[in-house]
């Protein structure tokens, strides 16, 4: 298969609480990325980190990344009900042509 | 500006007919990718074009094809269509520098449905 992995496959939390999804990729990268999508429609950029970065913040968003392991994370904090959607990373290798994307995380916060 | 446009977003097909998707990218974005969104295997990478020109295809067989205009516009064709081609089909424009970070913008998406 072309794709990483992620975990978990689904997540449910209450709102306030923080999210954390994780990715493994098989590659060799130029960076990883995040997007999320929100049912079925297309999917929205969230945050990049280079392959020379290991942490990245935006917003309540915080990325890390382990190149020598080939994973990563997203850490969702104070999550609320308009976070529900799936998140998936996305791997952009170093060739620079190809971006390919993980299962996905479902994530549902509960109001 | 004006985000990805993909046409059309809805279509009905038979086994054994053919489609033909369209994509047209953000404004000054060159480089297109289609991928297939299914329930089962998630988002699946099928091909990419920069200036026309296809740099990258994935693990599809030859049915599914595609092509760039010097517009940048994009079409996708899946022939001798199969039940399993039902998915949401997603294009996604870039400016595709390979020096750059190459962020996708995404369409809404083409849903394919076969009978």
């Known amino acids: 298969s072309q794709q990483g992995e992620e975990d978990p496959q689904a997540l449910s939390i209450q709102e306030g609480e923080n999210a954390t999804m994780n990715c493994s990729y098989k590659?060799?990268?130029?960076?990883l990325q995040w997007y999320r999508q929100n049912s079925g429609r297309g999917l929205v950029h969230l945050i990049l980190?280079?392959?020379?970065?290991r942490e990245k913040h935006s917003g309540r968003l915080r990325v890390t990344l382990d190149t020598s392991k080939k994973s990563s994370s997203l850490l969702i904090t104070a999550s609320r009900a308009a976070d529900t959607a799936s998140y998936f990373c996305?791997?952009?290798?170093?060739?620079?042509?190809?971006?390919?994307f993980g299962a996905g995380t479902r994530l549902f916060v509960k109001a | 500006k004006a985000g990805v446009t993909q046409t059309p977003r809805y279509l009905i097909k038979t086994r054994g007919q053919q489609v033909t998707l369209s994509c047209s990218p953000i404004?000054?974005?060159?480089?297109v990718s289609w991928y297939q969104q299914t329930p089962g295997q998630g988002l699946q990478f099928l091909f990419e074009?920069?200036?026309?020109?296809?740099?990258n295809k994935g693990n599809f067989p030859g049915r599914f094809s595609g092509r760039q205009f010097s517009n940048s516009r994009s079409e996708m064709n899946v022939s001798t269509l199969e039940l399993g081609d039902s998915a949401l089909y997603l294009c996604?424009?870039?400016?595709?520098?390979?020096?750059?970070?190459?962020?996708?913008?995404f369409g809404a998406g083409s849903r394919l449905t076969v009978l």
């Open positions: 404004s000054g974005h060159r480089s």
């Open positions: 996305a791997s952009l290798n170093t060739g620079g042509f190809k971006t390919i």
């Open positions: 980190i280079r392959s020379n970065e």
């Open positions: 074009y920069f200036s026309e020109t296809q740099r």
């Open positions: 590659t060799s990268i130029n960076n």
């Open positions: 996604a424009s870039s400016n595709g520098q390979t020096s750059g970070a190459n962020v996708l913008t």
